[in-house]
């Protein structure tokens, strides 16, 4: 069997073909940053018309890298949320014609729990229970993955996401969009404590905050016409990993757990990668991330959490399967 995984919950177009071992034949993904870039952020009409462009055709493109033809799918899976409604609907669409054309099982699925099987993809010998960390421009959360089938959220950010809050400190500096990236790179040649900024709710509990992060950095921006933005970048950049490794290594010994998974697109931070190794050894955790292609919205984790809830269930939705823009692991 041959698993089609449709990921458009967001600014990624993405198509993928996965074989029920793992395999990756193929992963493709298109990004619609540059379509945003001048908006300073996604805007969801655009994006929407954008997916319903690009998808059709790079769902062929991965049947010709995987050299597979419509004859050798065996299901859809595609991400039913949470997302963006409009970009949402495109792909559960599309993946709705394509499961009644094929005469194979539709499968929706979770975008947050797919983040999670993308560890399963990079380490498929690691199995729960673990701590995850999904941790993206929308999302942030610690979540206790006691089996495939088993999610409970122990921790989450109260207000912005850890993505969210680097892309808007980057437009308030001027480094466009998305800012992660170009962060990350600038911070690589910063000095991570010329800036002093607040690390919200870093001694209680495991909800994480960064808002307050945010506004800090506007009001020192106000207070300073001259500055380094590395150092800035470094200082704000290493605001949010401390307080992500503090929750995380938190989490995992209240839980008693002794590997954790960080995934989602900014799991593909140096610096955030650089912290959790280090601590890892100091205190006896294994930490594992994803290899980068893996780390940001794509289908080929769409596809293997499509074929676990398939081997799970026994069968996949209906046509009647809707997308959710607010679907959580809880759901």
Not at 122 to 148: D, M, N, R
């Amino acid at each position: 069997m041959n698993i089609l995984g449709i990921e458009t919950s967001c600014d990624e177009t993405s198509a993928a073909v996965v074989r029920p071992n793992g395999t990756i034949l193929a992963n493709l993904v298109y990004s619609q940053a540059q379509l945003h870039a001048s908006y300073g952020g996604v805007v969801p009409e655009a994006a929407s018309r954008d997916h319903l462009r690009k998808l059709p055709p790079l769902v062929e493109e991965a049947l010709h890298t995987a050299q597979i033809d419509w004859s050798d799918i065996g299901a859809v899976a595609v991400t039913c949320g949470p997302g963006l409604i409009g970009p949402l609907l495109v792909g559960v669409s599309y993946a709705k014609g394509l499961s009644w054309t094929c005469a194979v099982p539709l499968l929706g699925v979770n975008h947050l729990a797919a983040h999670l099987f993308a560890h399963w993809l990079a380490y498929p010998e690691i199995e729960p229970p673990f701590l995850g960390l999904i941790v993206s421009g929308g999302h942030t959360s610690l979540v206790h993955v006691a089996s495939w089938d088993a999610f409970r959220v122990i921790g989450a950010t109260r207000d912005d996401a850890a993505g969210e809050a680097l892309d808007k400190f980057g437009r308030q500096v001027g480094l466009g969009y998305p800012a992660g990236p170009r962060i990350d790179a600038l911070a690589a040649a910063g000095n991570p404590a010329a800036v002093s900024l607040p690390r919200p709710l870093l001694d209680t509990g495991l909800d994480m905050s960064f808002a307050g992060l945010k506004t800090a950095a506007v009001y020192w921006l106000r207070e300073h016409s001259s500055f380094s933005l590395e150092d800035l970048c470094a200082s704000y950049l290493e605001a949010v990993v401390e307080v992500l490794t503090v929750k995380a290594f938190r989490a995992a010994r209240m839980v008693d757990l002794e590997h954790i998974a960080v995934v989602g697109g900014v799991a593909a931070n140096s610096r955030l990668r650089e912290a959790f190794t280090r601590q890892a050894a100091e205190r006896e955790v294994q930490v594992h991330f994803p290899p980068v292609a893996l780390c940001t919205d794509n289908a080929a984790m769409v596809a293997a959490y499509g074929y676990h809830r398939l081997q799970s269930e026994g069968q996949g939705d209906t046509l009647r399967l809707r997308p959710e823009a607010g679907l959580t692991l809880r759901d």
